[in-house]
């Protein structure tokens, strides 16, 4: 998979450098939540579960959600690039309780990173200084795995490889300049993900979680384009 993203990104800067005319740096903040979905698979050792997830987001929580990206748009406005998210997904407590875990949390991140392709209409209001855009992406998810079995000395705690990702992108821009502008946007992630929870014991067989996770956010940040 990490083999099909990185010559995913590589293609898209190969058809963005024969015509690129600007590049763009954004940084953005928002809100962002995560819809409900099943989460099954089975504790380290063997025991089962198949439970729904009620996933809080808490963007607002350290670590903030946030995100940035780096475009490069051709003159037929027509952008190629890559994007970071640093979205969350946390059980609560009780259910993490159900299915036999002590916490459940992608806390530090579930973070999402994909090759994007975007369209953009320059202009399109107020006299010139409002765009309009559209896009997407394709990448992997990367959270940082913060779940607990059977005490905090059995815990999984760090980055794993999760799955492949997909993103959605509707927003409007706001130029104060050539250089300098604001915009606001919706977006919507969606990843496949095969968690591992290490296991408990000196030889014993980790245990696996595995749960689509589907993210919605609205952004407000700022770009730079040179």
Do not use: C
């Not at 010559?7 to 190969?14: G, T």
């Not at 819809?35 to 729904?52: C, M, W």
């Not at 780096?70 to 998210?85: A, K, L, P, Q």
């Amino acid at each position: 998979m990490l083999r099909t993203i990185n010559a995913a990104l590589v293609a898209l800067m190969a058809l963005a450098s024969p015509a690129a005319a600007e590049f763009e740096l954004s940084f953005y903040l928002g809100t962002q939540s995560v819809t409900d979905s099943s989460a099954s698979g089975t504790l380290p050792g063997g025991g089962a579960f198949n439970a729904n997830i009620d996933w809080e987001g808490n963007p607002f929580e350290p670590p903030l959600y946030y995100g940035g990206r780096v475009m490069w748009w051709n003159d037929n406005n027509i952008g190629f690039g890559i994007e970071g998210t640093h979205t969350k997904a946390i059980a609560p407590a009780f259910q993490a309780a159900a299915i036999g875990l002590g916490r459940f949390e992608l806390s530090d991140g579930h973070n999402i990173f994909t090759a994007n392709i975007m369209k953009r209409w320059p202009g399109a209001f107020n006299n010139g200084r409002f765009t309009p855009y559209v896009g997407g992406g394709i990448g992997i998810a990367v959270p940082h795995v913060d779940a607990i079995v059977a005490g905090p000395a059995n815990r999984t705690f760090g980055f794993e490889f999760t799955g492949p990702a997909v993103r959605g992108i509707a927003g409007i821009k706001y130029d104060f300049n050539d250089r300098w502008a604001i915009f606001s946007e919706y977006q919507f992630t969606w990843s496949d993900n095969e968690i591992t929870l290490d296991p408990v014991l000196v030889g014993q067989a980790p245990g696996e979680l595995n749960t689509e996770l589907l993210t919605h956010a609205v952004n407000i940040g700022i770009s730079y384009s040179f």
